[in-house]
């Protein structure tokens, strides 16, 4: 009788073990397969400045990181009113806009073709691209005046 149950309490645990395994197996295989738990990344080169920026999820961000596939995209943006460098993306990408106040680091599409990057704060219609993740040298690296922005995918 103390044998079987033993047995029954080796049984039990190995079943709740199996239970275990089977429960990380798929939460192993989402963060690998569709990139759920891990945030999109994106390098911007701002002249001779390098950042990392996170990117939203939306169908915007869907559009740019296809754009992104095919290569490095190379911008030049022009500064507006103190806050905000600007430039046409020569595209459209699917907007989703809601009023939004943004700060620095700020990473935004403002009427669907045209990318605006935040050193400054605004509050206007946008549909968020991302944010930069780290802000130092953000706003030197802007500077004023136009600069060559280059987007691509972080690796």
Request: hydrophobic content about 45%; overall charge negative.
């Given at each position: 009788m103390k044998h079987t149950k033993w047995s029954v309490m080796l049984a039990?645990?190995?079943?709740?073990?199996?239970?275990?395994?089977?429960?990380?197996?798929?939460?192993?295989?989402?963060?690998?397969?569709s990139g759920e738990d891990a945030a999109m990344k994106m390098n911007i080169a701002v002249n001779d400045s390098s950042f990392t920026a996170t990117l939203a999820e939306n169908a915007a961000v869907d559009a740019l990181v296809?754009?992104?596939?095919?290569?490095?995209?190379?911008?030049?943006?022009?500064?507006y009113a103190g806050f905000e460098k600007v430039g046409p993306l020569g595209r459209s990408l699917p907007a989703s806009d809601s009023q939004t106040t943004t700060q620095a680091g700020d990473i935004m599409l403002y009427q669907s073709n045209q990318?605006?990057?935040?050193y400054g704060s605004n509050s206007w219609s946008y549909t968020r691209l991302g944010s930069i993740d780290d802000l130092t040298g953000?706003?030197?690296?802007?500077?004023s005046g136009d600069v060559t922005v280059t987007l691509s995918l972080a690796e």
């Open positions: 039990a645990a190995l079943l709740m073990m199996g239970c275990g395994t089977a429960s990380e197996q798929p939460a192993a295989s989402d963060s690998n397969g296809d754009w992104m596939e095919e290569g490095p995209i190379t911008l030049e943006l022009s500064d990318i605006v990057l935040f953000w706003e030197d690296a802007l500077g």
